[in-house]
C-alpha cells in the first residue's frame, strides 16, 4: 500500500508528512519491534483515509493517529501471546538506558500529543555499525514513511534488493544491540556529523537527479530538507545542523535555474537568477546567521556560506570572490580535498585574474591527486585561453575531453575548443 | 579450578586449551540442510566433549550480517558493518576445548558436524586461565565476541609499537565487560579440518588465506553494541589491527 502517494485528502498528507516519524518513534520507543511499529502507523494512516474524508479530521491528528497505532500494536502482540514477554524486554530496554547522560531523554509529550523520540530514531537509522547505504534507507522508511517501492525507485535498484537491505538492517539492529537512544555526551559530536552525512547524501542524490529520472528520486532533496529541518528543530544547539540546512535550501533555490530547455544543466555564471527562489535564499541565510552566532564552525557551515555569496549576488560579475577563496582556504584547513583545493584555484583566479589561479592549478596537478578529474583540465584550459596561450589550451580543452563522462559537458568543452583552435 | 581430566592421565601431560573457530561455506551448507540428523550429531559432539571434560564453553555466534569492525587510524574511531575479511567460508561459531595436545583437538574437530559444510580452525592458546565453564552474562547483558586481527595494511613504521594489553585486559575484567580472552598462536600453527566424503582433510594453516588474520579473542558481556564498539576502540590493537564484534546466537536452538 503506498500510502504516501495515495493520499488525496490535504489533512492526510500533512499528517502523514507531519506524524508518520513521530509515531514510528514512539512506537518503537514503547514495544522495541521496528516492523510492529511500521505496519501499526500503517494501518492507522489506513483507517484515517477510511474515517477521516467522511467524518472530518479530528482536532489533534497526531494524536488519534497515535492513539490507533499504539491500540493496534498492542492487540497484536495480545494476539500473539507474547505481550508479557515484550513487556519484559521493554522493560530491560529501559532500565540499561537510565544515567547515559544523553539529551533528549524521556521527551514529554508535546501539544501534538505523540511523545517525540525521533531523536533516537534519527541516531539509531544513522548508527555507524550499519552500511551507508542501509542507513540511508532506514532513515527514509522510519522517519520519512516512504514505502520499500519508492525508496528503490529512488536509488535505482529492484524493489527486492532494497527489501532485503532494510530486513538485514533492522535484524542486525536488533540481534547486535544497537541501543535506541541518543548517544551520550561524549559520543554526540562524532555521532551527529554521521547523521548529517546521511541526509546529506540523501539531498545529493536527490540534486543530481536529472529532470528524466522519476519524480521520487527528485523528491529525495524536498525529504532531506524535511529531515534536516527536524533535526535542527531537535538539536537547536547543533551549528552544522543549520549549516547544512542553509547549505540544502541554497541549492534548492537555484533548481529552477539549474536546467535548460534541452535538460543540459547551466553553469552558475549562466543562469537566470530571476528564476532563483528568493524566499529560500531568506530562509537559507536565516539558519546561516543562526549557525554563525553559534560559533562552531564546521564545514558545512562554511559551503553554505560559499552558496551563500553566490546567492547574494544580483550579478555573476558582482560575485565577491575574494570571500569564496577565503572561505575555501578555511575549508581546505578543516577538511583537505584536491576537489576543494581546485575550488579554490577557480576562485583566486576570479579575485585576483588567471595568472595566480594556473598557478594554483597547476601545483595541484603535480601532486596527482586529481588524475583522472577531467575538471583539472578543463580548468587549467580556462585559464590558458583567458591568458591568450591558445595553443595550450587547446591541448587542455582535449585532455579534459578525454576524460569526460556526460554528454552536455562534452558538447561544451568542445564547443569551447572550436574557440581557441578554430582548425578542429 | 576444575579437576584434572582423568583422560588425560595422571601425569605428564599438562592440558592445552584450543580455539575451534567453526566456519561454514553457505554453497555446501544450502546444498546440505541443517536436518535433524545433523542437530542430533551436534548434540551428541557437544556431550561428548563435555562428558570427557574436554568442552569448556562454545557458541553459536550472530550471521556474518551482523558483525561490526572497529579500528582507530590518525586517532579517529572508524566503524563499519560487516565481518573483518570478506571470505567464502564465514565464521559461524567457536568451542573451546582442553586437550592433551593438537592431534586430540584435530581429532574432536573432525567429528563436529560443521567440518562437513565448511571447516573448523584448531588455534592453541596462549593462556594461563584456569580451566572453567562461561556463567551466562548478567540480566541487561549481551554476549559478544571479539575477534583480534592482524591488518597488514597498517605500516608498523608510521606507528609506536603496540602498547601492552594487559592494563586493558585489567580494565575490562574488572569492569565485568570482558569474561574470557586469549591471544592464539601464530596462524602457521594452525590446522584447519575439512571432511568431504567422510574423509578428514587436515590443513596447515588458517581457514582462509586472507590478509588479515586472527591474532586472539576476547568475550565480553555489554550492555548493547555501543559499549561493545567503546571497548573495542580502547583495544591496544584498534591502531593497528582490526576488531571485529559479533553477538552471540541470541537463541538456545534453534
Known amino acids: 500500500m503506498a500510502l504516501s502517494g495515495g493520499l488525496s485528502e490535504p489533512a492526510l498528507a500533512g499528517a502523514f508528512r507531519d506524524e508518520w516519524g513521530r509515531i514510528v518513534a514512539a512506537l518503537i520507543h514503547q514495544f522495541g519491534d521496528w516492523d510492529l511499529a511500521e505496519d501499526c502507523a500503517q494501518e492507522a494512516f489506513a483507517l484515517a483515509s477510511q474515517r477521516w474524508p467522511a467524518e472530518g479530521a479530528p482536532a489533534r491528528p497526531g494524536a488519534w493517529l497515535f492513539t490507533v497505532a499504539r491500540n493496534r500494536a498492542i492487540d497484536r502482540l495480545r494476539r500473539a501471546a507474547t505481550y508479557q514477554a515484550k513487556l519484559k524486554a521493554v522493560a530491560s530496554t529501559a532500565m540499561t538506558e537510565t544515567g547515559d547522560g544523553g539529551a533528549g531523554e524521556g521527551a514529554p509529550p508535546d ?22 547505504e542501509a542507513r540511508v534507507a532506514l532513515t527514509l522508511r522510519a522517519l520519512a514513511g516512504l514505502t520499500t517501492a519508492e525508496i528503490a525507485r529512488a536509488f535505482l535498484v529492484p524493489e527486492a534488493t532494497m527489501a532485503k537491505r532494510l530486513v538485514r538492517a533492522k535484524h542486525k539492529i536488533q540481534s547486535a544491540g544497537i541501543p535506541y537512544r541518543v548517544p551520550p555526551a561524549a559520543a554526540l559530536a562524532e555521532r551527529a556529523a554521521g547523521v548529517l552525512a546521511v541526509l546529506y547524501l540523501l539531498f545529493n542524490e536527490g540534486y543530481s537527479a536529472s529532470a528524466g529520472e522519476g519524480l521520487v528520486r527528485r523528491d529525495l532533496c524536498d525529504q532531506a530538507v524535511r529531515l534536516a529541518t527536524v533535526l535542527v528543530g531537535l538539536m537547536p544547539g547543533l551549528a552544522e545542523a543549520k549549516g547544512l540546512l542553509a547549505l540544502m535550501l541554497f541549492h534548492r ?8 530547455a534541452k535538460g543540459d544543466l547551466v553553469r552558475l555564471e549562466d543562469q537566470d537568477r530571476s528564476l532563483w527562489d528568493r524566499a529560500a535564499v531568506e530562509e537559507a541565510n536565516r539558519y546561516l546567521a543562526e549557525a554563525r552566532k553559534l560559533g562552531d564552525v564546521g564545514p558545512y557551515q562554511l559551503q553554505a556560506a560559499i552558496a551563500g555569496c553566490h546567492a547574494s549576488a544580483p550579478t555573476a560579475e558582482a560575485t565577491d570572490w575574494r570571500s569564496i577563496a577565503r572561505l575555501y582556504r578555511q575549508l581546505a584547513d578543516m577538511a583537505a580535498s584536491p576537489v576543494v583545493e581546485l575550488n579554490r584555484a577557480v576562485a583566486v583566479a576570479m579575485a585576483d585574474g588567471p595568472a595566480q589561479g594556473l598557478a594554483l592549478m597547476d601545483e595541484l596537478a603535480s601532486t596527482g591527486a586529481l588524475d583522472g578529474y577531467y575538471l583539472l583540465p578543463a580548468a587549467r584550459a580556462d585559464m590558458l585561453r583567458r591568458l591568450g596561450r591558445l ?12 576524460l569526460v563522462a556526460t554528454e552536455p559537458e562534452r558538447r561544451f568543452l568542445a564547443a569551447r575548443l572550436t574557440e581557441v583552435d578554430p582548425r578542429f | 579450578m576444575r579437576p584434572r581430566p582423568p583422560w588425560l592421565g595422571t601425569e605428564g601431560v599438562a592440558p592445552v586449551q584450543y580455539l575451534l573457530v567453526h566456519v561454514v561455506d553457505g554453497e555446501l551448507a544450502a546444498a546440505k540442510p541443517w536436518d535433524e540428523a545433523a542437530k542430533a550429531s551436534l548434540a551428541s559432539w557437544v556431550d561428548q566433549t563435555i562428558s570427557r571434560g574436554a568442552n569448556l564453553h562454545g557458541s553459536r555466534l550472530g550471521p556474518e550480517s551482523d558483525a561490526t569492525t572497529v579500528k582507530v587510524r590518525r586517532g579517529e574511531l572508524v566503524v563499519t558493518d560487516g565481518p573483518f575479511a570478506e571470505t567464502k567460508e564465514q565464521v559461524a561459531g567457536y568451542d573451546l576445548l582442553e586437550c592433551s595436545d593438537l592431534e ?22 596462549y593462556n594461563d586461565q584456569p580451566s572453567a565453564g562461561l556463567p551466562e552474562p548478567a540480566p541487561g547483558k549481551r554476549r559478544y565476541m571479539m575477534l583480534v586481527c592482524t591488518d597488514p595494511s597498517v605500516d608498523p613504521d608510521e606507528l609506536e ?42 590443513t596447515d594453516g588458517p581457514f582462509a588465506e586472507t590478509k588479515e588474520q586472527v591474532a586472539g579473542f576476547d568475550i565480553l ?20 589491527g582490526i576488531l571485529e564484534v559479533r553477538p552471540f546466537w541470541p537463541f538456545q536452538e534453534d
Open chain 2, 161 to 202: 609499537p603496540v602498547a601492552p594489553v594487559e592494563p586493558w585486559v585489567e580494565e575490562m575484567d574488572g569492569r565485568g565487560t570482558r569474561r574470557f580472552g586469549s591471544q592464539l598462536a601464530e596462524p602457521a600453527l594452525a590446522r584447519s579440518v575439512r571432511v568431504r566424503d567422510g574423509h578428514a582433510l587436515v
Open chain 1, 111 to 132: 501539544e501534538s500529543g505523540v511523545p517525540d523520540e525521533r531523536l533516537r530514531l534519527i541516531f539509531t537509522c544513522c548508527h555507524p555499525a550499519l552500511a551507508m
Open chain 2, 104 to 125: 586430540e583437538a584435530v581429532e574432536w574437530a573432525s567429528r563436529h558436524p560443521t567440518a562437513q559444510i565448511g571447516a573448523i580452525e584448531v588455534r592453541q592458546l
Open chain 2, 221 to 240: 558481556d555489554c550492555a548493547d553494541l555501543d559499549e561493545a564498539i567503546e571497548v573495542a576502540q580502547k583495544h591496544p590493537m584498534a591502531r593497528h
Open chain 1, 391 to 402: 595553443p595550450e589550451a587547446a591541448a587542455a580543452y582535449r585532455e579534459a575531453l578525454a
Open chain 1, 253 to 260: 533555490a537555484r533548481q529552477a535555474a539549474r536546467v535548460d
